[in-house]
């Protein structure tokens, strides 16, 4: 069955007090430093509008500033951050209109792949996902939320993997990265979670149906369901990141003096 790379989706640790915490192993890879820089960002202890410093951050982590800069042109290619010539690049301030034209743009890709994909679904393919939904029932194991995680992956790259274009299937991956990493961080709320599979599951009975009018009609409202569940963490995220952190706001400053 084809899937996305489910080791690019993160879910961050409950306590963010890491931003003088240096990277333990030695072998310190770009996808490290990009986890490192998601997990600041999203935690509001590296807040948006600030500008980031590579010299000085490589310098705070014992890194080489060679997988700083991937990282940070990834996390750029994301949507995280904003790059810009000659000087130091920023964290990008998400507002709830970026929100909603994001999850837009979401709803014209995913639908129209869709429709492209539909003629070419398996029942191979349909049970492989219907054996990750059952893996993936929330309250049935302890890793049920990574389960959860890797159920919603795996069907909503079906149709990006099976459209038959490549730009489309090019473009959603790129949006995916964005998506995924945020919404592995809100998917906490495990209760925001279970309502995400049950829409999931919902999707998943109507293509073993062959019921593409239902099938799409659901995917389009789960899609809205997801842009509400994002406007409603925002707050929380901007709430967080006004009060700071112990050390955060003096890492920052030394990151860009």
Known sequence: MLTFNFASVHTFPRSMSSA????KRPGRTAEQVFRRLIELILSGEFPSGSPV?????ARQWRISRTPLREAIRRAAECGFMVLRPNQAPIIRPLSAEDVRALYKLRELLETHAFNLAWPF???KELQSLTTLAAQARPGNSRDWPKRCLKFDLALHGLWAQRCGNSWLRTDLERHYQFLRVFQSWIGRDHRQLAKAYDEHLAILSALKK???????ALLRDHIRESAKMVQQALPKAEAVGSKGFIGSNQLVEAAHP
Request: charged share 55%; glycine share 6%; proline share 0%.
């Open 121 to 123: 679904f398996t029942e």
């Open 20 to 23: 003088r915490r240096k990277l």
């Open 53 to 57: 410093r590579e010299s000085r951050l």
């Open 210 to 216: 062959r019921d593409r009018a239902t099938g799409l």
